[in-house]
């Protein structure tokens, strides 16, 4: 098979697209032939070798969809020929955080595409309980959504989801233009975003948010909003959000910072006003529910703009990089 493998992160040409042996299912896992995986900030930092858990040479790509093709001899997950959307977070299931339901803040991480091979191949194995089935009429964008769209789900999760709030989000990007969908599900007075890209602004307007401005001093919202998403990871847009936000309000930090970095706020002002900053940690029982969300109509076909084959992926990453388009898919299959 085809793989895109990285073999000395942080350095020039240390991406290839390499054949390598079909992979085959260990007892409880299935191989899935990847018909689409999406390009995301993570496989940036696993291409610049900033993720302590990942090994190399590792083929990234863990927002994966595709069909079952082989099936391990005791796996119980679905049978060959499945359309299947594939969870990537493997927690272990005996550290402190697993067996207090919080797996997604697993001590001991594994994961397909970041500690092991994933997405960016022709075929790939993967537990078959990681493996959730699709119906055959989802768009196939869509069906390379349902990664990062549970995690937004789960973000909302942890959201108030008061009806008649008023929502700002920083960036318009992928993630937060996700959020921006969910939060109008649940029943938002308003949503607002702030971004400096303005051909990202201007799809926001077209997406159906209420307003798009790169300073949300433009807004004019001089209590603040009930409600402020960081969906950027920039340290300016979270300092400059968390003054946004209203007496009672919430601030939701879903955006992946630098870890080295960090941000200045007013503990007195998070005291006086009662502001609750609560984070969000990638996927939490929110897999099945992104792709019932998806299956009931919520169409975010349009956040895909680029679909790229291997061979492309040099060209992917540049656009990824340069903020161009909105979400890049990458289509194994396609030469």
Same mark, same amino acid.
């Given at each position: 098979?085809?793989?895109?493998?990285v073999?000395?992160?942080?350095?020039?040409?240390?991406?290839?697209?390499?054949?390598?042996?079909?992979?085959?299912p260990?007892p409880?896992?299935?191989?899935?032939?990847?018909t689409?995986?999406?390009?995301?900030?993570?496989?940036?930092?696993?291409l610049?070798?900033?993720?302590?858990?990942?090994?190399?040479?590792?083929?990234?790509?863990?927002?994966?969809?595709?069909?079952?093709?082989?099936?391990?001899?005791?796996?119980?997950?679905?049978?060959?020929?499945?359309?299947?959307?594939v969870d990537?977070?493997?927690?272990?299931?005996?550290?402190?955080?697993?067996?207090?339901?919080?797996?997604?803040?697993?001590?001991?991480?594994?994961?397909?595409g970041?500690?092991?091979?994933?997405?960016?191949a022709?075929?790939v194995?993967?537990?078959?309980?990681?493996?959730?089935?699709?119906?055959?009429?989802?768009p196939?964008?869509?069906?390379?959504?349902?990664?990062?769209?549970s995690?937004?789900?789960?973000?909302?999760?942890?959201?108030?989801?008061?009806?008649?709030?008023?929502?700002?989000?920083?960036?318009?990007?992928?993630?937060?233009?996700?959020?921006?969908?969910?939060?109008?599900? @649940?029943? $938002? &007075? %308003?949503v /607002?975003?702030?971004?400096?890209?303005?051909?990202?602004?201007?799809?926001?307007e *077209?997406?159906? =948010?209420?307003a798009?401005?790169?300073?949300?001093?433009?807004l004019?919202?001089?209590?603040?909003?009930?409600?402020?998403?960081?969906?950027?990871?920039?340290?300016?847009?979270?300092?400059?959000?968390?003054?946004?936000?209203?007496?009672?309000?919430?601030f939701?930090?879903?955006?992946?910072?630098?870890? @080295?970095? $960090? &941000? %200045?706020? /007013?503990?007195?002002?998070v005291?006086?006003?009662?502001?609750?900053?609560?984070? *969000?940690?990638? =996927?939490?029982?929110?897999f099945?529910?992104?792709?019932?969300?998806?299956t009931?109509?919520?169409?975010?076909?349009?956040?895909?703009?680029?679909v790229?084959?291997?061979d492309?992926?040099?060209?992917?990453?540049?656009?990824?990089?340069?903020?161009?388009?909105?979400?890049?898919?990458i289509?194994?299959?396609q030469?």
């Open positions: 098979m085809r793989a895109l493998v073999t000395e992160p942080g350095k020039p040409g240390s991406t290839a697209v390499t054949e390598l042996p079909d992979p085959r260990g409880q896992e299935v191989v899935v032939r990847v689409s995986c999406g390009l995301c900030g993570t496989d940036m930092h696993l610049g070798g900033e993720l302590p858990a990942a090994r190399y040479p590792l083929v990234p790509g863990h927002e994966l969809t595709g069909r079952v093709v082989a099936v391990g001899e005791a796996a119980a997950g679905p049978p060959v020929g499945t359309r299947v959307a990537p977070n493997m927690p272990c299931g005996a550290c402190h955080y697993c067996r207090i339901g919080r797996g997604n803040l697993c001590e001991d991480y594994s994961a397909v970041v500690t092991r091979d994933g997405g960016f022709e075929l194995a993967v537990p078959a309980s990681c493996c959730y089935p699709l119906p055959d009429d989802l196939e964008a869509a069906a390379g959504l349902v990664e990062p769209l995690c937004a789900v789960h973000g909302l999760n942890r959201l108030p989801r008061r009806p008649g709030e008023h929502y700002l989000i920083y960036g318009a990007g992928t993630m937060g233009l996700m959020m921006a969908a969910l939060v109008r599900t @649940a029943g $938002a &007075a %308003s /607002s975003v702030v971004d400096l890209n303005e051909d990202r602004l201007a799809f926001a *077209s997406f159906g =948010v209420d798009a401005v790169t300073d949300a001093a433009a004019g919202r001089t209590p603040g909003f009930e409600v402020v998403v960081d969906a950027t990871g920039v340290i300016a847009a979270i300092e400059d959000g968390l003054g946004r936000v209203r007496r009672g309000g919430t939701l930090q879903f955006g992946v910072a630098d870890p @080295a970095r $960090a &941000a %200045s706020f /007013s503990p007195y002002r005291y006086h006003h009662e502001i609750d900053i609560i984070g *969000s940690m990638a =996927v939490h029982n929110s099945q529910p992104a792709i019932d969300v998806l009931a109509g919520l169409d975010l076909t349009p956040l895909v703009s680029d790229h084959g291997l492309d992926f040099d060209e992917a990453v540049n656009r990824f990089r340069a903020g161009t388009g909105r979400k890049i898919h289509a194994p299959q030469r």
